[in-house]
């Protein structure tokens, strides 16, 4: 397989921008503005440039190329830490339970309150892969390297790391939870309104949004139905997240009702599960499975999948394809994860 997970560059603006215009909205990580990409790309530069070893406000863009064509046909994306530059806001979903000794009766009036309690977290997402690539693994790829990156850069991360999933939205793109709650108070449809969060920020939701708790038996019924459901092309984006630990605890997106996600770091299964070992040469023969592959800091960051063989003394073998995609030499560290 030819194809391998690196640090964007300004040079890949273009394919970037041509699957932000495949995303169907909603994907405020992946906006599909020009200006708005061109500043992760230079953002993303600066945090892969820094070696600091402490957690920041960093954003690391990463792509997946086909090295035989070039191509660029995926793309995901870490954010060190959320709710730096503004507050980092949730809807959470709660219970309140009332009871009436006059009527004999115990009411559960589920409730949505806006809170920030996930400041400080680091974040994965922005992963799209590119349609005619949905097979593979390579989706798994694009995921999974994020967490690879992360336990290669341990300090530069939290405690905690969310995952933002886009929720239902209609045929004519709107969102029947942003119509019946945010919608009302901002004078913008949804599309206007992520289009604005992409390129602005959410600060316009700290100045506007009421802060006070909403009774959901006052929403609408399209409403209720889509709260903490993913949209129908992240489903399998849910799985995976699933099975790496990530769990919903209530946590919804203020703009679409999405599910958000989260997992304490250092449980996230393929940073737990992974295993370093040092590079002592390269093996043409095998007969097991590829696994997944890391190695380099930084902008020399490169994951693929390739064949390892692993010795009792902390070393391994790759086969040759795997080291060429690696950019790997004996003696080098690298990182192997099993599927």
Same mark, same amino acid.
């Given at each position: 397989m030819s194809?391998?997970?690196?640090?964007?560059?300004?040079?890949?603006?273009?394919?970037?921008y041509e699957m932000a215009k495949l995303t169907g909205g909603g994907f405020t990580n992946l906006p599909a503005d020009k200006a708005s990409l061109v500043a992760k790309l230079s953002r993303s530069d600066e945090a892969f440039s820094s070696d600091a070893e402490e957690q920041g406000n960093d954003l690391f863009v990463m792509v997946l190329e086909n090295v035989e064509t070039g191509q660029i046909r995926g793309t995901c994306q870490m954010f $060190?830490?959320?709710?730096?530059?503004?507050?980092?806001? =949730?809807?959470?979903?709660?219970?309140?339970?009332?009871?009436?000794?006059?009527?004999?009766?115990?009411?559960?009036?589920?409730?949505?309150?806006?809170?920030?309690?996930?400041?400080?977290? =680091?974040?994965? $997402?922005?992963?799209?892969?590119?349609?005619?690539?949905? @097979?593979?693994?390579?989706?798994m790829l694009l995921a999974r390297s994020r967490y690879l990156f992360v336990k290669q850069h341990r300090k530069r991360f939290g405690s905690r790391v969310l995952a933002e999933l886009r929720g239902v939205i209609d045929e004519a793109g709107g969102s029947p939870f942003?119509?019946?709650? @945010? $919608?009302?108070?901002?004078? #913008?449809?949804?599309?206007?309104?992520?289009?604005?969060?992409?390129?602005?920020?959410?600060?316009?939701?700290?100045?506007?949004?009421?802060?006070?708790?909403?009774? %959901?038996? #006052?929403?609408?019924?399209?409403?209720?139905?889509?709260?903490?459901?993913?949209?129908? +092309? $992240?489903?399998?984006? #849910?799985? #995976?997240?699933?099975?790496?630990?990530?769990?919903?605890?209530?946590?919804?997106?203020?703009?679409?009702?999405?599910?958000?996600?989260?997992?304490? %770091?250092?449980?996230?299964?393929?940073?737990?599960?992974?295993?370093?070992?040092?590079? +002592?040469g390269v093996n043409e023969d095998w007969d097991s499975e590829p696994v997944m592959l890391a190695a380099g800091r930084l902008k020399d960051f490169r994951a693929c999948y390739g064949n390892v063989g692993l010795d009792d003394d902390g070393k391994a073998t790759i086969d040759p394809s795997a080291a060429e995609l690696l950019e790997v030499r004996p003696g080098d560290r690298l990182v192997a994860m099993g599927r």
């Open positions: 194809f391998r997970i690196r640090p964007a560059t300004n040079d890949d603006f273009r394919a970037i $060190g830490q959320v709710g730096t530059e503004w507050p980092f806001y =949730s809807y959470r979903i709660s219970t309140l339970t009332q009871t009436s000794k006059a009527l004999g009766k115990t009411f559960r009036a589920e409730m949505l309150t806006l809170v920030t309690d996930f400041e400080g977290s =680091s974040e994965v $997402g922005g992963l799209f892969l590119h349609p005619g690539e949905r @097979a593979g693994g390579l989706g942003w119509d019946a709650i @945010a $919608g009302r108070f901002f004078g #913008m449809n949804f599309q206007e309104a992520d289009e604005f969060n992409a390129t602005h920020g959410n600060q316009f939701i700290a100045d506007l949004m009421p802060k006070t708790p909403i009774y %959901t038996a #006052m929403l609408p019924e399209s409403a209720r139905a889509v709260m903490g459901v993913p949209h129908p +092309s $992240g489903r399998a984006a #849910m799985k #995976m997240l699933e099975r790496e630990g990530f769990k919903f605890d209530g946590y919804i997106d203020i703009f679409d009702g999405g599910p958000t996600v989260s997992c304490e %770091t250092d449980n996230i299964r393929t940073v737990r599960e992974s295993k370093e070992y040092t590079l +002592s």
